[in-house]
């Protein structure tokens, strides 16, 4: 199994920067994707940023530029910096991994993709 908890999180004005970090635990020799997703209240849990287990990385949309995930191997952490946030960017934020290799690291996109989550990290940017 593997354990997965966030931090990081905070309010902080439109414009202003956060790195959240997700720190894993128990078998996380055997993980090949993890992912970064947030959810707002009465919306959807969509995926922010994906993460192959090589370091490779696939941003959404709407944080291309702004936003840059990094996983350290050597101290089991994923890392998630935000910069420029924007008040949608308001949303409790989240870490996931999934150790199943078929289909591919990128074709991990929602949230029934991901077997580990953690509980979360609240982000709140206002203007």
């Known amino acids: 199994q593997v354990q997965l908890m966030e931090s990081g999180g905070g309010s902080v004005q439109a414009g202003g920067s956060l790195r959240l970090n997700c720190v894993a635990s128990?078998?996380?020799?055997?993980?090949?994707?993890m992912g970064w997703f947030r959810q707002a209240p009465g919306k959807e849990r969509v995926r922010v940023a994906t993460?192959?287990?090589?370091?490779?990385?696939d941003y959404t949309g709407s944080v291309a530029g702004r936003f840059s995930a990094s996983l350290d191997k050597a101290k089991n952490t994923l890392y998630l910096q935000m910069n420029n946030l924007k008040p949608e960017d308001t949303a409790m934020y989240y870490c996931?991994?999934?150790?199943?290799?078929?289909?591919?690291?990128?074709?991990?996109?929602?949230?029934?993709?991901?077997?580990?989550w953690g509980q979360g990290t609240q982000v709140t940017v206002s203007s």
């Open positions: 996931a991994a999934d150790f199943r290799i078929a289909g591919g690291c990128w074709s991990r996109v929602t949230q029934t993709d991901f077997t580990y």
């Open positions: 128990g078998y996380t020799f055997s993980t090949y994707c």
């Open positions: 993460i192959g287990h090589w370091g490779g990385t």
